[in-house]
């Protein structure tokens, strides 16, 4: 016979959090197993980074960058790629609200007793649990193949709490996100713009020697680069300040009458 069809939503399903969870799980999941599966590879290199690089200057100055550890520094540069890329869920994820109003979803969730701010806050506090999850699977990933591969399991609060490191510039980044699009809807791309900007800052920024200045303006240049940098928690906690501060003004500036 037909399958039985539940009169109401579960109460899971009742609030808007609950409904941005249930919309963004699948692909949370998908990016989940992709990070960790990059962090078990990027681990698994990580005790033969000296044999890779042998007697090369140059391949040691790109990642040591004239000093240090050079295997730490690997493990931290190749750290930094996979919070790059956790970091394209968590604009995507941001952007969330303007994919289901144009795809008219959010005339449906809205038509209910439910205030526009509460509905893209709901979306942007789950952005933030998302990013979390998914720089803890690259850091375990990375954290687990490692300890195997090298033996040396001294590293293992390090990578994971390097890849965490990287958890406020990542909510930064969403909280951008959902600014562009609660207070200039029409500007939402931009946050597009703005992650590009941070993947090239962060990748050719030394490289080419661009002013600190510039650098300055990406939120991973305040990252301590973990497990080679030292523990900074200043500057972490300003980008988290600032992230609270720029997801406030766009779920306040969320006051459109009309949904397109």
């Not at 007697?55 to 295997?71: E, H, I, L, P, Y």
């Not at 750290?79 to 995507?92: D, G, I, K, N, S």
């Amino acid at each position: 016979g037909a399958r039985p069809v539940r009169p109401t939503a579960s109460r899971a399903l009742s609030g808007p959090f609950g409904l941005a969870v249930r919309l963004q799980r699948g692909t949370l999941v998908a990016w989940g197993l992709g990070l960790f599966a990059g962090g078990l590879a990027l681990g698994s290199v990580g005790g033969d980074v000296e044999d890779l690089l042998g007697d090369s200057d140059t391949a040691r100055d790109v990642f040591a960058q004239g000093g240090g550890d050079v295997t730490l520094a690997f493990l931290a540069t190749f750290l930094f790629l996979l919070a790059l890329l956790a970091a394209a869920f968590t604009v995507q994820s941001a952007l969330r609200p303007a994919g289901e109003e144009a795809a008219g979803g959010a005339e449906a969730v809205l038509a209910n007793p439910v205030s526009r701010s509460r509905w893209l806050g709901a979306h942007l506090a789950v952005t933030a649990g998302c990013s979390t999850a998914l720089l803890l699977a690259a850091g375990l990933g990375t954290a687990a193949s490692y300890a195997v591969v090298s033996g040396d399991s001294a590293q293992l609060t390090r990578l994971v709490g390097g890849a965490l490191s990287y958890l406020p510039a990542l909510w930064l980044l969403g909280a951008v996100a959902g600014a562009l699009y609660g207070v200039v809807p029409r500007a939402w791309p931009v946050a597009w713009g703005v992650f590009a900007g941070c993947v090239g800052m962060g990748i050719l920024g030394r490289l080419l020697e661009l002013p600190q200045w510039l650098r300055n303006v990406s939120p991973f240049e305040h990252v301590p680069r973990l497990p080679q940098a030292e523990w900074r928690p200043a500057p972490l906690a300003a980008l988290v300040g600032a992230s609270v501060i720029v997801a406030a003004l766009g779920v306040a500036g969320l006051r459109r009458p009309d949904l397109r």
